[in-house]
């Protein structure tokens, strides 16, 4: 035997095949920051609270609808899995949510561009990391939640995935200050990007996964 | 009466390997539900590429020695046979690590 077998390996090939295999996980992700990238648009159509109903309804028809494609998809021929509940990967969970919900709350902040974080005006070259402060936060918060998942679960996409997010959240901002764009130009190209990926992983998914018809 | 040494303990404690965990084909179904909960066979039979006569009788065998536990039922109209790792099983398998990397620490 050449190779050593490393259990630690073989956990985040089982998490690699019952997660990301099919696809759905990098289209539900794109799926999120392209509503993002419309978020500031539709804010301005519908206003604050309607728009904010508006993206919660979207995000649980988005979440809901990965569930059932799972189910309809991947579940028959993929096969079904259930987690190992230990407290690490409890642990991990909650650490998991809290950051995704932080980063969230930080992307949405950028959006609403509160008089508190920015001067209010072009960003003078001296001034411009305190600008940006939370945009730059928001691009190392984000990097690092998907570089450790990447490295967690070992899908090394996941790595491309954050930092391009976290970047793509700061050009966004950026260009709104100076060049007055309303849409999220770079974050809408980023959230293509991951579903692109997200629909090319799928399609191979379903070409090298076909449904299984034998059942013991 | 003179204590007997044969071959050395190092190879005899290898000699005493769990064989029905040692062989690869149910070391690599033990292996992946070792990580999980539970998994149903088409999940075991992607993650192992076995095929699924392979695969019914080693999860078989694996029940007979109370290494595994299998629950068959219904979802909607469609079976589902889900296999899970029993206590004994995965201290089996963690039995089986410490014995292969002890013997293959000691190997040259």
Known sequence: M?????????????M????????????????IFMLLAFYPITRELLGPSLNIALFLFLLAFLVVGQLGARHIISGPRMGYVQPRRTPKMRLLLVVTAVFVLLTFGLVLLTFFSPEWLSSGSEPSTPSLMRSYLVELIVVFVIGGIFTTMGYLF??????????????ANLASVYMSHTAGWTFQVPGAIAAG???IIGFMQLLRFLRNYPVRTEEA | MAKKTGIGSDLLGLAEVDRVVHEPARLMILMVL???????????LNATELTWGNLSSHVTKLE????????????????????????????????YRQTMQGAMRRLR
């Open chain 2, 34 to 44: 070792y990580g999980v909960e539970s998994a149903d066979f088409t999940f075991l």
């Open chain 1, 16 to 31: 690699q095949l019952s997660t990301f295999e099919d696809g759905l996980w990098d289209l539900l992700l794109g799926a």
């Open chain 1, 2 to 14: 050449s190779e050593s077998i490393n259990l630690r390996d073989v956990q985040k090939r089982t």
């Open chain 2, 64 to 95: 007979e020695v109370n290494y595994v536990k299998v629950d068959k039922a219904f979802v909607g109209k469609k079976p589902r046979t889900m296999v899970q790792l029993t206590q004994t099983g995965r201290q089996a398998v963690d039995s």
């Open chain 1, 154 to 167: 070992g899908v090394a996409r996941l790595y491309f995935y954050g930092w391009m997010l976290g970047f």
């Open chain 1, 193 to 195: 990007i991951i579903l």
